[in-house]
T-cell receptor
Framework: DAKTTQPPSMDCAEGRAANLPCNHS???????VYWYRQIHSQGPQYIIH???NNETNEMASLIITEDRKSSTLILPHATLRDTAVYYC???????????FGDGTTLTVKP | DGGITQSPKYLFRKEGQNVTLSCEQNLNHDAMYWYRQDPGQGLRLIYYSQIVNDFQKGDIAEGYSVSREKKESFPLTVTSAQKNPTAFYLC?????????????FGDGTRLSIL
């Protein structure tokens, strides 16, 4: 499975949009992009996933570039409770090969 | 409510002792996973199982063992051969082995050495 690259940390003002980037330049055609977040001492929480089309749900939007080599998770109106570590992973048919990198620590500030 | 239950939340191990971490799910999911997380780092895969009575090693299986006798249960044993077992252990499941299934995670077990 493809590995991902994320910035180690980002800040965002409360109420503003948080845009978290992820590079996955070696992604294969059948691999999905997933985003999770983890609040300290809890299990990761699923946010959203996509294959090649942009996706939106009640939590966030996922923008995947046309060449699928990168994506951006958008939290449209960040709140203090969105402060967490955000993981971008790619996963294909081998269910055991989801590599979680070190993620991006997002800090939402008042 | 359906979900994944991990127990205990905190566990202490003495030198040379085996300990077993419990993971139970009532989501009727086929696939289950065990991850290890060290402070400030991401998750590393220990073992996974895509069907009952079958499991595969992940990236860091040495010093660990698992069983999958029932669909809803996937216990992890940390053996005395694991020399640095202090970590946060997370169990997850997916509905099937297909690539478009998100993982559901438990709230973890924190293991420490006495």
């Amino acid at each position: 499975d493809a590995k991902t690259t994320q910035p180690p940390s980002m800040d965002c003002a409360e109420g503003r949009a948080a845009n978290l980037p992820c590079n996955h330049s070696t992604i294969s055609g059948n691999e999905y992009v997933y985003w999770y977040r983890q609040i300290h001492s809890q299990g990761p929480q699923y946010i959203i996933h996509g294959l090649k089309n942009n996706e939106t749900n009640e939590m966030a939007s996922l923008i995947i570039t046309e060449d699928r080599k990168s994506s951006t998770l958008i939290l449209p109106h960040a709140t203090l409770r969105d402060t967490a570590v955000y993981y971008c992973i790619v996963r294909g048919t081998n269910a055991g090969k989801s590599t979680f990198g070190d993620g991006t620590t997002l800090t939402v500030k008042p | 409510d359906g979900g994944i239950t991990q127990s205990p939340k905190y566990l202490f191990r003495k030198e040379g002792q085996n300990v077993t971490l419990s993971c139970e799910q009532n989501l009727n999911h086929d696939a289950m996973y065990w991850y290890r997380q060290d402070p400030g780092q991401g998750l590393r895969l220990i073992y996974y199982s895509q069907i009952v009575n079958d499991f595969q090693k992940g990236d860091i299986a040495e010093g660990y063992s698992v069983s999958r006798e029932k669909k809803e249960s996937f216990p992890l044993t940390v053996t005395s051969a694991q020399k640095n077992p202090t970590a946060f252990y997370l169990c997850a499941s997916t509905k099937s082995r297909r690539e478009n299934q998100p993982q559901h995670f438990g709230d973890g077990t924190r293991l420490s050495i006495l």
